[in-house]
């Protein structure tokens, strides 16, 4: 038999892609390790660490509103054809489209100094962005759920409301999990938007890009590497606690 290297030579293709998001990653630590002064230097810097706590503070803030109008919005979609629907599924995915400076523009012009530097600014800027990913997870988790476990429970006389939290929601949890890291993730990794609507209060994102210019380089890499290190620690955490909560037994 004819041995077949088509998936050898995707994983060739593929690792690609893989040395190249990793490469940035291994060389911003390598630099970091030989100027590790400036890096303790920066863990005690009260205006860093202001910054990132800002930086978690409103990106959890930003995927909790997320989840709690996006599920809703998936169901919808999911369950349910209307006319116009193929208009707000694109709608939706606008966001995804639009470049981010011009997000912050939009913004500004539309709830003007309502956002203006305050924390409402950077939670709107970062859930404009990112609440996309809650919303098509959640509409795509709903779709893998069998309507007919849902019309068995209302037959069995569970209301609509009470199906959808002790059917619907429990098999569709991952997939609305993932969606919600997605945009935790997306939210922290904001800052085109942010630096128009909200340059104040500073978050680390905007910081960083302010270090960097007035001071360079070196002054703004210990800021990127706490921030990488911290974003990628909270994102592999919640990534391995879904994955859990999916395996466990049910």
Do not use: C
């Not at 999911?78 to 981010?100: C, E, N, T, W, Y």
């Not at 709830?111 to 409402?120: G, Q």
């Not at 409301?161 to 922290?188: E, H």
């Amino acid at each position: 038999m004819k041995r077949d290297y088509t998936l050898y030579f995707f994983a060739a293709l593929g690792s690609f892609m893989i040395v190249y998001i990793l490469l940035p990653l291994g060389m911003i630590y390598a630099k970091q390790v030989s100027d590790f002064g400036a890096f303790l230097k920066t863990l005690h810097d009260s205006v860093v660490l202001s910054a990132v706590k800002r930086s978690l503070l409103t990106a959890t803030a930003t995927a909790l509103i997320a989840l709690l109008f996006g599920v809703p919005l998936g169901y919808v979609l999911a369950r349910k054809d209307f006319p116009g629907k193929s208009l707000v599924q694109a709608i939706v995915d606008v966001p995804v489209v639009i470049p981010h400076s011009v997000v912050g523009i939009m913004l500004l012009v539309t709830y003007s100094t309502y956002i203006l530097d305050n924390y409402l600014g950077i939670i709107s800027a970062m859930l404009f962005v990112s609440a996309s990913f809650t919303i098509n997870s959640a509409r795509d988790g709903f779709l893998a759920v069998d309507e007919k476990l849902e019309a068995v429970a209302r037959t069995l006389g569970a209301s609509h409301l009470r199906t959808f939290f002790s059917v619907s929601l429990p098999i569709a949890f991952p997939s609305i999990a993932s969606g919600a890291i997605m945009t935790w993730a997306r939210a922290i990794s904001e800052v085109g938007a942010i630096l128009i609507v909200a340059y104040y209060p500073m978050t680390a994102q905007v910081l960083i890009l302010e270090y960097f210019n007035n001071y360079g380089l070196r002054a703004s890499r210990p800021i990127a590497v706490l921030m990488v290190t911290i974003s990628l620690g909270i994102f592999v955490l919640l990534r391995w606690l879904v994955g859990r909560a999916s395996n466990a037994p049910r």
